[in-house]
């Protein structure tokens, strides 16, 4: 199937569903998709952590998670600092992991979706071994980066955030899987975790290893070529990622 979008689609989509607690503490959301116009996190959302001794948790199983099972210090350094890595296989790397503790320009979806997904062409693995890690798991980890460039978020943010579709080509992947998944909740899982890796490139925005002026150029160069055809976009953006990072 070709998908084709439009720039500058009008609203975005919001999540419907319940949000429940498990017996850690974790809220599990159950997603219904419904496409309608929405605002941003709520007014003082970041700083409802502060002082939240059940945020504090979260954050500090996503700490544990990631100095250990996830082994993300194994690239990104003990608790996020990258000076801490002593293996000399990690600083050949092309591109270089990210400094997790400098300041992301990615939402809560993009940093949900690179999690679990990995991105395409660097080192980053995905994490998305669900007999290893749960949903709960990655969601705990992104409180932890969040926590990690000052800006704690609560966990029911994230995990609400983390399923709302709010690019052009999220939301067109979404509409896809609403035409596609037929009443069923556990299809329309499976269509959305086929489409993100098919079109993750599109899904996770700016890779940290590109700079901004390349990009830019890479979003002009696309957008002319593929004429907002998906799997045309995906590959021109593939291609380009490609040979920058051979350039360098």
């Known amino acids: 199937m070709i998908a084709k979008i439009k720039r500058g689609s009008a609203g975005t989509c919001v999540v419907k569903g319940m949000l429940h607690i498990n017996k850690l503490g974790f809220p599990v959301f159950a997603m219904v998709f419904s ?15 502060a002082g939240d001794d ?9 700490k544990s998670l990631f100095n250990g099972k996830a082994v993300c210090f194994g690239c990104h350094g003990q608790n996020g600092d990258i000076r801490s890595i002593s293996n000399g296989q990690v600083a050949q790397l092309n591109p270089s992991p990210t400094d997790l503790r400098a300041p992301s320009d990615k939402s809560v979806r993009q940093l949900y979706l690179i999690v679990k997904y990995g991105i395409p062409g660097t080192s980053m693995p995905p994490l998305r071994d669900t007999e290893k890690f749960s949903s709960e798991d990655i969601l705990t980890l992104i409180a932890y980066l969040f926590d990690l460039q000052g800006r704690a978020h609560p966990l029911e943010l994230i995990a609400s955030q983390a399923v709302r579709p709010h690019t052009d080509t999220d939301v067109a992947m979404a509409k896809l899987c609403e035409q596609e998944d037929m009443g069923k909740f556990d299809r329309k899982e499976h269509c959305e975790q086929r489409y993100a890796k098919r079109y993750l ?43 920058t990072r051979q350039d360098k």
Not at 54 to 62: C, D, L, M, V
Not at 226 to 239: G, K, T
């Open 35 to 49: 496409f309608v116009v929405v605002g941003g996190a709520p007014h003082g959302a970041e700083k409802a952590v």
């Open 54 to 62: 059940t945020g504090r948790q979260h954050i500090q199983w996503g």
């Open 201 to 243: 490139d599109l899904l996770i925005g700016r890779p940290p290893d590109i700079a901004l002026d390349r990009y830019a150029q890479i979003e002009t160069i696309c957008e002319h070529i593929a004429n907002h055809d998906l799997d045309s976009l995906e590959l021109c953006y593939r291609a380009e990622y490609t040979a």
